[in-house]
C-alpha cells in the first residue's frame, strides 16, 4: 500500500482483503429479482465503502483529517485475484463487480462523480489461482499534477 508521485502525478495504492459480492455478476444478474439485486448492490456499496476508507487510512493515517477529493480526472486500474478452486471473471465480469466499488467512491467523497469527465479509463485484471488468496488491489492514477 503506497502513494507516491510519479513523473509529478500522484499515484495511490490501494489493497483491499477481499473479493466483490459474486452474486453481482453479469451472469447470476438475470436469474435473481431485481429488488434483491438492488438490496445485494446497495450492501456492497457501504461494504465497498468502509473497505476502501479502511485501505487508504492504512496508507494515510492522517486521511480522516484531510480533504478526501482526489484531483480528476482519474485512471482506475483493477487487479482481482482470485483463489484456487474459483473460477476467475473476465473483463466484463469484473467490471461488474467492481462498479458498486466505483459508485462508493463517490459516496467517500473521492469524485465528485464517476463520468468520463473525472473517470477516465478502467482496466481490469483477473489472476486466477493466485497465492495472494481472495483480494483486490487498485491503483489510482492522477492525469494531471495534484494539489498538494
Known amino acids: 500500500m503506497s502513494e507516491r508521485l510519479t513523473a509529478g502525478l500522484r499515484v ?30 446497495k450492501a456492497e456499496r457501504l461494504n465497498a465503502g468502509l473497505l476502501l476508507a ?11 483529517a484531510g480533504p478526501r477529493t482526489l484531483a480528476t480526472p482519474v485512471a482506475l486500474a483493477w487487479t ?5 478452486g474459483t473460477r476467475a471473471r473476465d473483463a466484463d465480469g469484473c467490471a461488474d463487480l467492481c462498479k458498486p ?10 469524485l465528485p462523480n464517476d463520468s468520463p469527465r473525472y473517470v477516465r479509463q478502467v482496466s481490469y485484471e483477473s489472476i486466477a489461482s493466485s497465492p495472494k488468496g481472495p483480494s483486490m488491489q487498485l ?8 494539489d498538494e
Open 12 to 41: 495511490i495504492v490501494l489493497n483491499i482483503p477481499c473479493l466483490p459480492n459474486l452474486d453481482l455478476s453479469a451472469n447470476r444478474r438475470r436469474s435473481r429479482h431485481f429488488m434483491q439485486q438492488a438490496e445485494d448492490t
Open 54 to 64: 479502511q485501505a487508504r487510512r492504512n496508507i494515510n493515517p492522517a486521511y480522516d
Open 80 to 84: 482481482l485475484c482470485w483463489p484456487k
Open 101 to 110: 466499488w466505483i459508485d462508493a467512491m463517490k459516496d467517500l467523497g473521492w
Open 139 to 146: 491503483v489510482i492514477y492522477g492525469l494531471r499534477p495534484w
